[in-house]
């Protein structure tokens, strides 16, 4: 915990960004009907309470907060494999110069060096692994991810509806983020090491002689 929340107070290098990271499910929701849209004398849309099960799709979202800077992707599965696309496109064409991209991810089986090594070859493999340090929130605190703030308002602003396809899950999210990165938008993150050796003190062991 305090190594993640450490990691938070340092300042802004270009050179080695902290990126948060997460994936949510999303379930994908057509119509049976077509909505009635608004009208005079019908101030709000209607829709009818049956709907249609379309499957699942899942959002990636890389979010830099000292920056207010994210990237959403969508994808069908979350493997190892999507989760290796989505690294090496950080590190390879979002931060190319980076020496050191601190990755702060939870501890799904998925979030680890050896990702790489299933999707690619050796060689790319170990270089990306290089550049990428994983930073693990812990058991039980995934909530110390900055990421998981902007999954909520993602979700608050723009998916409390429903989504018939990847395609539109995807184009909504991006119009989200471009508005959100045109914006600045950040996370307000005031709890820092010494509140948590306070609030939490619990956690800590003592030692009595």
């Known amino acids: 915990m305090?190594?993640?929340?450490?990691?938070?107070?340092?300042?802004?290098?270009?050179?080695?960004p902290v990126i948060c990271f997460d994936e949510r499910p999303c379930q994908l929701v057509g119509h049976t009907r077509e909505p009635l849209a608004m009208a005079e004398g019908r101030p709000v849309a209607r829709e009818d309470h049956?709907?249609?099960r379309r499957g699942m799709a899942h959002l990636f979202v890389a979010f830099e907060p000292l920056r207010g800077w994210r990237s959403v992707e969508v994808h069908q599965r979350r493997r190892s494999g999507e989760f290796a696309?989505?690294?090496a496109?950080?590190?390879?064409?979002?931060?190319?110069?980076?020496?050191k991209i601190r990755l702060v991810v939870d501890n799904l089986n998925i979030h680890t060096p050896a990702?790489?090594?299933e999707a690619f070859e050796a060689e790319r493999a170990r270089e990306l692994s290089r550049r990428i340090e994983f930073v693990y929130t812990p058991v039980h605190g995934s909530w110390l991810n900055m990421v998981e703030v902007e999954l909520s308002v993602l979700v608050?602003?723009?998916?409390?509806?429903?989504?018939?396809g990847a395609d539109v899950l995807l184009r909504e999210a991006q119009?989200?983020?471009?508005?959100?990165?045109?914006?600045?938008?950040s996370v307000d993150w005031r709890f820092t090491t010494a509140d948590a050796r306070t609030k939490l003190r619990k956690l800590y062991p003592s030692i009595e002689l």
């Open 175 to 185: 119009a989200w983020c471009e508005e959100r990165n045109r914006a600045g938008a």
């Open 156 to 164: 608050r602003q723009c998916l409390r509806r429903r989504i018939p």
């Open 50 to 52: 049956e709907y249609e």
């Open 115 to 117: 990702s790489l090594y």
């Open 2 to 16: 305090e190594a993640v929340l450490d990691l938070y107070e340092e300042p802004y290098d270009e050179k080695r």
């Open 89 to 99: 496109r950080l590190a390879e064409e979002v931060y190319p110069q980076a020496e």
């Open 85 to 87: 696309l989505a690294v």
